[in-house]
């Protein structure tokens, strides 16, 4: 046990690390399509937006066939798929092409996404999900704070290696999960685990708050084993949860903001006359902060409820969209990074505890699926919307829009906390 978890967590927290290292292009695209290929603003949002409605598909197969057919496979699929469409994205000029060739790259590059978070809740206590979260959303961030770096030199020497070096990594990670990894099924479902490793040890945790909610102990390996019944059965019951669904529309107003980090940010910064350079390092600033504080603060969130961390996180949030709303210049955009990344400890990882917290164990992949389809329908409509609104407004309008709407979803989160601690008390109840 590492930090009170087993080597079934810790074998995919390396991979997802090394996958995040080297995960930059979509952070990048949005400059490589208007500094190296040319192209207009407008027409560099569509085919960005591309990318995001193809991880539509890829989510919602990828959270249902993993509860059906195992996460191992889904996620090997998804990483060798992914890397052969970013190849052919690396050689394409034509608009049309181009955004053909970013959906397909999405659909596959999505594929792993729900698959790992659910086989996280598989393989880990209710009462350390949590942490196991935290973990994982830190390993994503240090990635993210070195990536930039990366390709940031590799950009200076051609834009093509940043395509290569991704493509690279994704067939390490690959290559890591066969010979690391092996399906073991068990009672109807199989679960992906170290080949080395046949059982999760005993915990010793007796018990920790959960969303407010006090958790019993839990020693069992996979709860996700117990999957019986067919995907139609998964899906009506996702699609009826109405605590998780207004929880995912929230969120989603959310991501919208959040992604336009990576779509609206650049160009906005380009139009004030900032390069790549300090793009970059507001990127590093970012992912940095995160690395730093991610782990002093799990143990603060420990000891407050899910719903709680949420609203405060997005409340300093909104103060930092706010200030980006009045930044003319680096340092200003440098300081509203500083104070939306602050926020950004409390959203991602208890998110998606949230949903681990409220998924039933015979649709963790499912929920996850849907989860992640608000996140993919995000990256596909913030180019979208940010790129006309600059185009048309410029950037400041935009930073104004983004505050109001984090301000809705502060208060949505606030005012619907009963009811998601209820369902987290019922799918608690429901898998003991």
Not at 194 to 209: I, L, N, Q
Not at 330 to 355: K, Q, R
Request: net charge neutral.
């Amino acid at each position: 046990m590492i930090f009170g978890l087993s080597l079934l967590y810790w074998g995919l927290w390396l991979a997802i690390l090394i996958l995040w290292m080297g995960r930059f292009v979509t952070s990048f695209l949005s400059i490589y399509l208007v500094s190296a290929l040319r192209l207009d603003e407008g027409v560099v949002g569509t085919v960005v937006a591309m990318y995001g409605f193809g991880a539509i598909i890829g989510c919602l197969f990828g959270g249902t066939l993993s509860d059906r057919f195992g996460r191992q496979s889904m996620i090997i699929i998804g990483e060798i798929g992914a890397a052969a469409a970013l190849l052919v994205v690396s050689v394409l000029t034509d608009p049309v092409s181009l955004g053909a060739a970013l959906f397909v790259y999405g659909a596959f590059a999505s594929l792993p996404s729900p698959a790992i978070a659910a086989y996280i809740a598989d393989v880990v206590p209710a009462e350390r999900q949590q942490r196991a979260y935290v973990l994982q959303s830190w390993a994503i961030n240090f990635g993210y704070a070195i990536g930039p770096i990366v390709a940031n030199q590799l950009v200076k020497i051609s834009y093509s290696l940043m395509f290569y070096v991704e493509a690279a990594v994704m067939i390490a990670v690959t290559i890591l999960l066969i010979a690391f990894f092996r399906e073991v099924r068990h009672l109807g479902i199989t679960v992906s685990v170290p080949s080395a490793v046949r059982h999760e040890d005993e915990c010793s945790v007796t018990h920790a708050e959960f969303a407010g909610i006090e958790r019993p102990n839990h020693s069992d390996a996979a709860p996700a084993a117990s999957v019986k019944g067919a995907m139609s059965r998964n899906w009506r019951r996702v699609l009826t949860d109405t605590p998780f669904l207004g929880f995912s529309l929230l969120m989603f107003g959310y991501f919208l903001v959040y992604f336009q980090s990576t779509s609206g940010l650049p160009i906005a910064m380009t139009d004030l006359g900032l390069g790549l350079g300090e793009y970059s390092v507001l990127l590093t600033i970012n992912g940095g902060m995160l690395c730093l504080l991610q782990i002093p603060a799990m143990k603060l969130f420990a000891r407050m409820g899910n719903s709680r961390v949420l609203v405060m996180g997005l409340a300093v949030t909104v103060i930092g969209y706010a200030v980006q709303a009045a930044a003319h210049s680096w340092g200003g955009f440098a300081l509203a990074v500083v104070l939306w990344t602050l926020g950004e400890l409390g959203t991602f990882p208890i998110a998606t505890t949230t949903v681990a917290a409220m998924a039933p164990a015979s649709a963790r992949g499912t929920y996850q699926g849907v989860y992640n389809v608000v996140w993919s329908a995000s990256i596909a409509l913030a180019p979208l919307i940010g790129g006309w609104t600059i185009s048309n407004f410029g950037g400041r309008t935009l930073w104004i829009a983004c505050t109001v709407v984090l301000i809705a979803v502060t208060l949505g989160l606030k005012l619907t906390k009963g009811s998601r601690d209820r369902a987290m008390a019922r799918s608690l109840h429901d898998s003991l």
